[in-house]
Structures are given as C-alpha cells and as structure tokens.
C-alpha cells in the first residue's frame, strides 16, 4: 500500500503551509498535478478523493513557519503523515526527506504517480480555500486572487497596507527590503 505525499504553499509569503497524504482505496479518474488542472476541476476531484481515500492533511501557520523555519515544519507534516497514515510505502514529491526516514522521494512525482497527484490536489485546494477565507479577514490584500504568492499585486499591497498577521515575516524579498515588518494590519473587527 503506498501513501503519497505532496505539498502547497511552500513558495508563498502569505498563509499556510499545507501537507496532505492519501492512500488510494480506489482507482479516481482525471488525477494529475494540481498546477496543471482548473480551479473548478481541481474542486471536483477534491471530493472524490474525499470520499475514496484514506488521507490526512497537515497544516503550519505563518507564524509557526516564522518561528521554526520551513524546513522543520515541513519535516514535522511529514513525519505526522508517516506516523499517522498506516502505509507500506510513503512517496513525496520531490528531491529531499527533510530526514525522514521510511520516507522516499521522486521528482514530479505528482504527475506520474495518482496518489500523489491525489495528495497534491488535497493540499492545493485545502490551501486556496483557506486563502479565500483570508481575504475576508483581509480584503485590502486581495488574497483571493494571488493566493500569498510574491505577485506584483500582492507586493504593492504589502507596501501599501503594511503586513498582516498570516504573512512570513522571515521571508526575505527584495521588493519589500527595509519595509517595517512590525507593522501589522488587524483583521476587520466582525470577522475577529
């Protein structure tokens, strides 16, 4: 039985960083990398995994990012996936362990691999969903359209508007370099 591995939110400045594994009970139709699908396909096939897999998704704040390093959160995901999802084998897309052991990777193992393609759509969605919620904490930051990415937008936003509390302040972007970090939006007051 193999449990595949992938992750979304790595890359971005903003929100979550999310980890999902899935073992297959059945075969799913219309697997592939989360990238390469719509958003509307991609929400589909979020439910259908749902429902014919055994998974679990793992979440680590901007915060917690902040104070750990994204290294050991996601060895922290991974390692609670593995602890967690009874497997014979665990497949993570990609080309390190982050040091866990019983662990093996394969680069773009989330196009040739349908457990992993199905962890990859469960991570991707579970994320932009949570990216839509923000947006309505804080709608200045059009969260909604970028997800968290480094995007021209999101940087004038930044710049205008200061951080709020879901950014990685300990990420380092030259757009943004000598900006007060301190500065932190509150969400509005009837979402608090």
Known sequence: MLCGIDEAGRGPIAGDLVVAGVILKKEIKGLADSKQLSAKKREQLFDLIVENTT???VKHSAQLIDELGLSQCMRNSLEEI???????KY????????????LE??????TKVAEV???SILAKVTRDRSMVEMAKLYP???FEKHKGYITKLHVEKIKE????KIHRKSYKVKALEGLNRQLE???LPFFA
């Open 91 to 102: 497949l993570f897309d990609g080309n390190t362990s982050f040091g866990v052991t019983r």
């Open 55 to 57: 998974y679990h998704i």
């Open 140 to 142: 200045q930051y059009d």
């Open 117 to 119: 393609s199905a962890a």
């Open 161 to 164: 508007f200061g951080y709020c």
């Open 105 to 110: 990777t394969m680069i773009k193992a989330d």
């Open 185 to 187: 939006v509150q969400p």
């Open 82 to 88: 593995v602890a967690t999802l009874r497997a014979d």
